[in-house]
């Protein structure tokens, strides 16, 4: 049976703690969530690269969240992990985009040198209308928080994560504004082109479809059309499905057997007493 978020049980539970990378680490996506992470994820599977790292590995493989909330909390206190960290989580990725990776941009850049890094770009009045409007409102929805509580060994891994991940990106999620979230998405990809060599760099917004995409990192354009996916309606009805899934697991699981359980202790007790 697949759990509450749709992965199967042979996917999930692998313990990344002391891996070795086992694939090179050949492209680094590091543009914001929600501009088109979702979509160059497929498009570099297409491409034929193995394992593309994004949020939705994390989904699929929970005690993963751990690690990166042990990344996100040692950047917070100014430690730096290297590169024996970052194979074990990552190790077996060819590439990744997405949080939580782009927390993570400069330390991905240092870590692995020779790949190849796409910044996925998008207007930042539509970027914050699409953040603003799915992963934002999820994050602080507390239908969200509360499937922490009711499935520990998922959600419960998951939500810490992933609200940590928002707030490493745009800062105190209480006091949020449109102008710090568009000034922190500006900042992060003025960043990364300080960083990173023009000939090593591509800025890249999906609509253009597969010709830049392959011609940066000499792969040839399939003839299928570009994948276009987890746009905000798409988004939300994951979210919406994943949370109905737990709670209604919960019900079945607890709330079912604690009333059949104290209907049967009153019935017995009516019986006693000689009520029946």
Not at 146 to 152: C, E, G, H, I, V
């Amino acid at each position: 049976m697949d759990n509450a978020l749709g992965a199967a049980p042979s996917e999930m539970w692998v313990d990344r703690r002391g891996a070795k990378r086992v694939v090179e680490m050949q492209v680094l996506v590091l543009g914001y969530p929600r501009t088109g992470t979702s979509s160059i994820r497929d498009a570099l599977q297409i491409l034929g690269y193995s394992e593309v790292h994004h949020m939705l590995s994390a989904f699929v493989n929970p005690p993963e969240a751990e690690m990166w909330l042990e990344a996100l909390e040692a950047k917070e206190r100014g430690e730096i992990w290297g590169r024996e960290q970052w194979d074990s989580l990552l190790g077996h990725c060819q590439a990744v985009t997405d949080a939580p990776s782009v927390c993570f941009s400069e330390a991905l850049i240092a870590t692995y040198p020779d790949a190849k890094v796409v910044l996925t770009n998008r207007d930042p009045d539509r970027w914050w209308g699409s953040f603003s409007t799915t992963i934002l409102p999820g994050m602080q929805s507390r239908w969200y928080g509360l499937t922490a509580y009711l499935d520990p060994q998922v959600s419960g891994r998951l939500v810490p994560m992933t609200r940590r991940v928002v707030s490493a990106l745009l800062g105190d999620l209480a006091t949020l504004t449109e102008d710090r979230a568009k000034t922190a998405f500006n900042d992060h990809y003025e960043r990364i082109r300080a960083l990173v060599p023009k000939e090593r760099l591509l800025e890249y917004e999906v609509s253009q479809g597969w010709e830049p995409l392959c011609e940066f990192l000499g792969r040839g354009v399939p003839k299928e059309a570009f994948p276009r996916v987890n746009d905000a309606a798409q988004f939300q009805e994951r979210l919406d499905q994943s949370i109905r899934s737990i709670v209604a697991t919960f019900v079945v699981r607890k709330v079912v057997p604690a009333v059949v359980l104290t209907a049967a202790a009153a019935a017995a007790w009516y019986w006693t007493q000689g009520r029946f």
